[in-house]
């Protein structure tokens, strides 16, 4: 089976185990609302990379950890789209999930998702039990406070913003998660896998800059132009677009040296390469047609 | 140590864990704020007695079950409170948290909370692997969809209300979740306690029906009589005061028998009794003086 479907799978097995007919309709709907249609699943992908780099010895675990991070994933998404943080229109291509049912039901939908995360792991700690405790404790380290992605929210309420902390908690860290569950998946050490998942989330940032600068709203499925909107810190407006791609060359080439050894390690720098280049959107690597530039 | 020790102890240490000076500082004080004043704290309460009723093997992974539990627990207070739902004044006899610091403060610490409490069962998971791995099982069974306090919030957002399903898993769910854990705890079987927990919650409810009718704000620390403000189903409505006091007691009967044979059956019988005699407001035992009734 290809990756991507191996997590479409696991993702909607997921769904299914959270929703029932003896259950509230609205909210069983929204689960499967909230995760779909699927786009790019970058960050179960490059769990799945790792664990199959690897040797992936216990597949069906590996797949449930993909499903979680990604299930914790859209949780996040659904609640920072919530109107007292971005009030987002859109998402997935689709009205957000607050405006396509109601508030209450988004954030419980998030609430959910969270919870089915860290249930979909210990329901498969049979395949490997040591690993399914190492992989919750990841997640949760790496999705709550301090270091997590909660944290990575709550710096945008503080009145003076450690940026570093910042970008690491709210992009890196579940990019870090998903190197080190992938590592876990198959039986290896987290700890070497960490600078390749903070590497890629530094690069997953500074793409996602010169899209929100170059691409339209129909090309992302989220508004376009929302940095400059809100007045963010964001690559593109501090090295230029010409700048950003250096930036993001750079930073993918030091990912793919940082891999640790291991046997699928060539296929593995293919990938990341790979999705890296369709991050970009093509116009930032033109040359540019302005006069006297 | 005392049971009441034993679980503030154990609440305090799982929240200084989720806060750290390079964390930002608002969502660190507010996880603090969300989880104090303890109050009973009856569901750890339950569950640290269940566990030492069964002997308490591993007291350190029963106290981190005890705090996780009451850290989910409030979680869903947190969120219950927000505007979209409640948007009740007051918790725990101050301002909502969403007050005392704001709307995207207050869905970030109910995240936090609910992944806080996974984070700690499986940190301490050393002390019996496999138990800690049935506890994060019940606990997120309890908690999310499709039957746990998610979804009974959820089923307030349903025009059509099934409201034996909403009051178990609205109240009853978190209830069984403490009875089955301290069993874990102790290393026995969930199944067997089950019913303990599914009467007591069902004795809670009822108990809270008849504390929003007859006791004030400041004695509830929160605003009284919102059941009949909403119109939200209850005991005392459907049965009056005496009716409802009855009823308690009948339901209370029943979950001292339901107790499993362990060696700490009589002392457990009583904990749950004298624990009882304090939900119902001594005014609904007293003698009407209405004249004519």
């Known amino acids: 089976m290809r990756i991507s479907e191996r997590i479409e799978t696991a993702i909607t097995h997921a769904i299914a185990g959270g929703q029932a007919s003896a259950a509230p309709a609205k909210l069983s709907a929204a689960l499967g609302y909230a995760v779909t249609p699927g786009g790019a699943r ?16 216990h597949p069906k675990l590996t797949d449930a950890a993909g499903a979680a991070l990604e299930l914790l994933h859209s949780a996040s998404l659904v609640h920072d789209d919530l109107p007292c943080f ?8 689709k009205p957000a999930l607050h405006r396509a049912f109601s508030e209450p039901i988004a954030v419980l939908t998030g609430d959910s998702l969270i919870i089915m995360a860290f249930q979909i792991l210990a329901r498969a700690a049979q395949h490997n039990p040591t690993a399914a405790i190492a992989l919750i404790d990841v997640l949760s380290t790496r999705s709550g406070m301090p ?6 929210q709550g710096w945008e309420s503080e009145e003076v913003i450690d940026l570093s902390a910042y970008h690491q908690s709210k992009t890196g860290a579940l990019f870090i998660a998903a190197t080190q569950m992938g590592a876990l998946c198959a039986g290896q050490d987290a700890e070497p896998w960490t600078e390749l998942g903070a590497r890629i989330g530094e690069a997953f940032q500074v793409a996602d800059d010169l899209r929100d600068a170059l691409c339209d709203e129909d090309t992302l499925g989220k508004p376009a132009g929302q940095d400059d909107l809100h007045g963010r810190p964001n690559a593109v407006a501090q090295l230029g677009v010409r700048g950003a791609v250096a930036r993001f060359d750079d930073i993918l080439a030091g990912a793919i040296s940082s891999i640790p050894a291991c046997p699928g390690e060539a296929a593995l720098a293919q990938m990341v390469r790979a999705y890296a280049d369709r991050l970009v959107p093509a116009i930032a690597r033109e040359k540019p047609t302005v006069p006297g530039e």
Chains 1, 2 share one sequence.
């Open 147 to 152: 270091y997590g992605i909660c944290a990575g």
């Open 42 to 57: 970058i960050r179960p992908t490059i769990l799945t990379s790792v664990a199959m780099a690897c040797g992936d010895p």
């Open 86 to 93: 971005d009030d987002a229109e859109l998402r997935r291509g």
